[in-house]
């Protein structure tokens, strides 16, 4: 069963912006890097963006300068922000939190689809 909660995606034109969210219990959010991945038909899951738990960032090369990450801590919450839209950014996203205590562990989301056409 999920414990991450994604939402906000949906069709864009190319060029357009959406902004995913994505809502974790606190017990998990408080201690874990966050991030996004992606899967599109036929592709491997790939990661799209990290955020530690310091607010210290990463990104694919492929959504550079278009994608940002964020998180806001008081509503446990985690962000993507995605301006610049391309057709090949169609995918599911995926919500995942990495804790190390008390042993390496991946919390997933059941994901979210995002597909840019015109």
């Known amino acids: 069963q999920a414990q991450l909660a994604e939402s906000g995606g949906g069709l864009v034109q190319p060029g357009g912006s959406l902004r995913l969210s994505c809502a974790a219990p606190?017990?998990?959010?408080?201690?874990?890097?966050m991030g996004w991945y992606r899967q599109a038909p036929g592709k491997q899951r790939e990661l799209v963006a990290v955020i530690s738990r310091y607010g210290s960032t990463n990104y694919a090369d492929s959504v550079k300068g278009r994608f940002t990450i964020s998180r806001d801590n008081a509503k446990n919450t985690v962000y993507l922000q995605m301006n610049s839209l391309k057709p090949e950014d169609t995918a599911v996203y995926y919500c995942?939190?990495?804790?190390?205590?008390?042993?390496?562990?991946?919390?997933w989301g059941q994901g979210t689809q995002v597909t840019v056409s015109s």
């Open positions: 606190a017990r998990i959010f408080s201690i874990a890097n």
């Open positions: 995942t939190g990495h804790v190390n205590l008390p042993q390496p562990y991946d919390y």
